[in-house]
């Protein structure tokens, strides 16, 4: 079974550019999260889609963050425009329902701003 | 305001021998924890988990031991293996989190041969 998809893997922008990554879980799982993870920290959840629905997007930075989740597959999330400290990993995680099922994490991809 | 702490950023530990890490929260109303696993350029990957309502919960040789009246979580590993090199995030979740997993900071654990 296919694991947890992202890509671009690495990706290398200059400041005020903007910039996508794009997930797709494992199949038959409802819910899929985007995680920031700064250097030397734990992951920190940016948003919770249950299917299409944004049901927890308390921690994404709404004026230069989006996402999306159309048809309750595969995500996008986008920065527009791209800042000095948006530097980091951003991991797309899915599971089957709610945070106590297993969360199964994407290899993530490393931002670089420039 | 870190919620999830992990003090030793670093542990090493010789093959065979027992691995401790250890975590501590502050939030008293997080009711369920997990353990992850995180090998580089790779997504972590869940490793044991624990209810509130339990104090120990053993997987193979991972057990994790939860101490509520201290707030304090570890994850015994016995016997270490050299695989086991990887960082170790403590996770927890419930209360006024909602069901959000708040993460620790990591422990980087090396297995010597």
């Known amino acids: 079974e296919a694991g947890v998809v992202q890509s671009p893997r690495y990706k290398i922008i200059e400041k005020k550019q903007p910039v996508a990554f794009w997930c797709n879980p494992i199949?038959?799982?409802?819910?899929l999260y985007w995680y920031l993870q700064n250097l030397g920290q734990g992951p920190e959840l940016l948003i919770r889609?249950?299917?299409?629905?944004?049901?927890?997007d308390s921690q994404l930075p709404k004026d230069r963050f989006s996402a999306e989740r159309l048809k309750g597959v595969d995500s996008t999330l986008k920065i527009q425009p791209a800042e000095l400290g948006d530097s980091a990993v951003y991991l797309c995680?899915?599971?089957?329902?709610?945070?106590?099922?297993?969360?199964?994490f994407g290899p993530g991809t490393r931002l670089t701003v420039l | 305001d870190q919620q999830v702490k992990q003090n030793s950023p670093s542990l090493s530990v010789q093959e065979g021998r027992i691995s401790i890490l250890n975590c501590d929260y502050t939030?008293?109303?997080?009711?369920?924890f997990l353990w992850y696993k995180k090998y580089p350029a790779e997504g972590p990957t869940f490793l044991i988990s624990?209810?509130?309502?339990?104090d120990k919960n053993e997987d193979g040789r991972f057990t994790v031991f939860l101490n509520k009246s201290a707030k304090h979580l570890s994850l015994h590993i016995v016997p270490s293996q050299p695989g086991d090199s990887a960082v170790y995030f403590c996770?927890?979740?419930?209360?006024?989190?909602?069901?959000?997993?708040?993460f620790g900071t990591g422990t980087r654990l090396a297995v010597r041969p």
């Open positions: 889609y249950e299917n299409e629905e944004a049901v927890d």
């Open positions: 199949s038959g799982h409802n819910t």
């Open positions: 624990i209810s509130s309502i339990k």
């Open positions: 996770a927890a979740s419930g209360g006024g989190s909602g069901d959000k997993l708040t």
């Open positions: 995680a899915s599971s089957l329902g709610s945070y106590r099922d297993e969360q199964f």
């Open positions: 939030n008293s109303m997080f009711d369920y």
